[in-house]
């Protein structure tokens, strides 16, 4: 009885049954559809993807954020790479998409990853496969970041890799 009358509701509410009223509606899109079309941009234009993951609480996010913002980062990278931001609460799917890029023990956010546009991981932030340097900040997350763009970007000149370091450093928080 009590199911007839729930589908009954969802029916005159316009809503999927098993969906209930008071439940949030999705923020953003689909994750998969994010990267899906990211994978089909960098397809047609010869560049890979720079697969991020966030969340909106997330202090080191804004920062990775703010360093692709940045002009001078943000015409070397586009010469070279598609931007795909998934946000792990807000966009359905974004945790399961997570998960297959991370190691069984998470690594927190941000995490980012490199792909060719067959999907092929090519870099990513986690050091030694383990520990993420998520933005980098230390100097072996920076050394780290250099090592993995030129590995996955091997048409990156030597003069946009030192551009891409000076403006990481200067995106970050202010060292004491």
Same mark, same amino acid.
């Given at each position: 009885?009590?199911?007839?009358?729930? $589908?009954?509701?969802?029916?005159?509410?316009?809503?999927? /049954?098993?969906?209930?009223?008071?439940?949030?509606?999705?923020?953003?899109? !689909?994750?998969?559809?994010?990267?899906?079309?990211?994978?089909?941009?960098?397809?047609?234009?010869?560049? /890979?993807?720079?697969?991020?993951?966030?969340?909106?609480?997330?202090?080191?996010?804004?920062?990775?954020?703010? %360093?692709?913002?940045?002009? $001078?980062?943000?015409?070397?990278?586009?010469?070279?790479?598609? %931007?795909?931001?998934?946000?792990?609460?807000? *966009? !359905?799917?974004?945790?399961?998409? &997570?998960?297959? &890029?991370?190691?069984?023990?998470?690594?927190?956010?941000?995490?980012?990853?490199?792909?060719? /546009?067959?999907?092929?991981?090519?870099?990513?932030?986690?050091?030694?496969?383990?520990? *993420?340097?998520? %933005? !980098?900040y230390q100097p072996n997350e920076l050394a780290h970041y250099e090592t993995a763009m030129r590995a996955a970007l091997p048409k990156l000149t030597d003069d946009e890799v030192a551009l891409l370091m000076r403006e990481l450093k200067a995106a970050g928080p202010e060292k004491k």
């Amino acid at each position: 009885m009590t199911r007839s009358l729930t $589908a009954a509701l969802c029916l005159s509410l316009g809503l999927p /049954a098993g969906v209930r009223a008071d439940d949030p509606e999705p923020k953003g899109r !689909p994750a998969t559809e994010l990267l899906a079309a990211g994978l089909a941009e960098a397809g047609t234009g010869g560049k /890979a993807v720079f697969l991020a993951f966030g969340s909106p609480s997330c202090g080191w996010c804004k920062y990775l954020d703010k %360093f692709h913002a940045r002009p $001078a980062v943000a015409k070397a990278l586009a010469r070279h790479l598609v %931007f795909v931001k998934v946000d792990v609460v807000d *966009n !359905p799917g974004g945790q399961e998409l &997570y998960k297959k &890029y991370t190691p069984p023990s998470g690594g927190g956010v941000p995490v980012w990853v490199v792909l060719s /546009a067959d999907g092929e991981v090519l870099a990513d932030s986690f050091e030694d496969k383990k520990k *993420n340097v998520g %933005f !980098p900040y230390q100097p072996n997350e920076l050394a780290h970041y250099e090592t993995a763009m030129r590995a996955a970007l091997p048409k990156l000149t030597d003069d946009e890799v030192a551009l891409l370091m000076r403006e990481l450093k200067a995106a970050g928080p202010e060292k004491k």
